[in-house]
């Protein structure tokens, strides 16, 4: 048995005709026939009643008409994965990222991948950075955008972008209208962080120099879920808090937004991906259209891949 067989199983089981179901598979009628023949012959049952005027599916053949369609719709999806394997701009990319980066960054480059790699599609899944890496080592995952620095040599991470936190106030806080935030200011604040697991977390406590253990009160039991939560208790006059610049624009009524002229008040986001993925050209292609399409509130980097790269790098110079 083969798919072809199958094929004309299919092709005979819709069109009822012998002579009709031969031109759809654009073979002769004694071909077809003898084919379906040695079908039911290698199954043992007889898939047709054969009249000199019909031809009728016996019962076990509408019992295995749908699962000859699963398998020729598998085989033929098959190849089409194949396809896109050789291209590696066309098929399914499944890319990850951060939640503190994901609502405010894909907005900005989904249409422009779309306008310029129409055949490449993203599938996106949103989650925590462990859990992201976990995925993409588990091959879960192709490819994440993350904001946390990659020593896995298993892994490569090409450097996007730089994106600087903006400290978010009440309305009514006193350092609104300070000409100049200092870091004494910052280590005054009743800080607001995002639950245990995100990477702005740590990032926000490192910038306003804040020990875990000497949180207290009520700030140190809010932990929001996402960044729009956060601001909101921010708007509600429940403390402060760091926001990086893409998700300025979630800065509702009652918050305002200052910048922060500290050298560390930022963070870098990187594209990551395993470094045997054959697709490289398909996360080049991605990072560039990011890179194209960020606005002036960020700085765009070029760097090359970072350490995890290396054996990628040797391998490609020593076929060169």
């Given amino acids: ?13 819709e069109t009822r005709h012998f002579g009709q179901a031969a031109r759809r598979s654009f073979v002769t009628q004694p071909t077809l026939s003898g084919q379906i023949k040695k079908l039911e012959e290698e199954l043992g049952v007889a898939l047709f009643e054969r009249t000199k005027k019909t031809v009728a599916l016996t019962a076990i053949g509408e019992a295995l008409l749908p699962h000859a369609r699963r398998t020729v719709e598998e085989a033929e999806a098959l190849v089409r994965l194949a396809h896109a394997g050789r291209e590696p701009l066309a098929g399914p990319l499944r890319l990850g990222a951060i939640p503190t980066l994901s609502p405010y960054l894909m907005p900005l ?12 599609k993203l599938v996106l899944t949103e989650e925590l950075t462990g859990r992201l890496l976990e995925r993409l080592r588990h091959h879960e995952l192709d490819a994440a955008l ?38 004494r200011d910052l280590a005054r604040l ?77 963070r870098r986001v990187v594209l990551v991906w395993r470094t045997s993925f054959p697709r490289t050209e398909a996360i080049e292609a991605i990072a560039e259209v990011i890179r194209a399409n960020l606005p002036n ?19 490609r110079a020593a076929h060169s």
């Avoid at 480059?109 to 490449?120: D, F, N, S």
Wanted: overall charge positive; aromatic content about 4%.
């Fill in 146 to 183: 993350i904001a946390t620095p990659i020593k896995d040599p298993e892994l490569t991470a090409r450097a996007l972008f730089e994106e600087p936190f903006w400290l978010a106030l009440p309305c009514r806080h006193p350092l609104c209208t300070q000409d100049t935030i200092e870091r």
């Fill in 109 to 120: 480059v989904l249409a422009p991948l779309q306008r310029r790699h129409p055949q490449l």
């Fill in 190 to 266: 009743e800080l607001l962080l995002l639950a245990e697991g995100h990477c702005l977390t740590e990032q926000a406590m490192k910038v306003c120099r804040m020990d875990a253990s000497a949180r207290s009160g009520a700030q140190a039991d809010l932990r929001a879920a996402s960044l729009d939560t956060l601001l909101q208790l921010v708007g509600a006059g429940m403390g402060a808090t760091l926001v990086p610049a893409l998700a300025l624009r979630s800065v509702g009524t009652g918050v305002v937004a200052r910048p922060l002229e500290l050298r560390d008040a930022r």
């Fill in 297 to 315: 509130t960020v700085r765009a980097l070029g760097a090359g891949p970072q350490r995890g790269a290396r054996r990628q790098a040797e391998a």
């Fill in 1 to 13: 048995m083969n798919l072809r067989d199958l094929k004309y199983f299919i092709a005979l089981a």
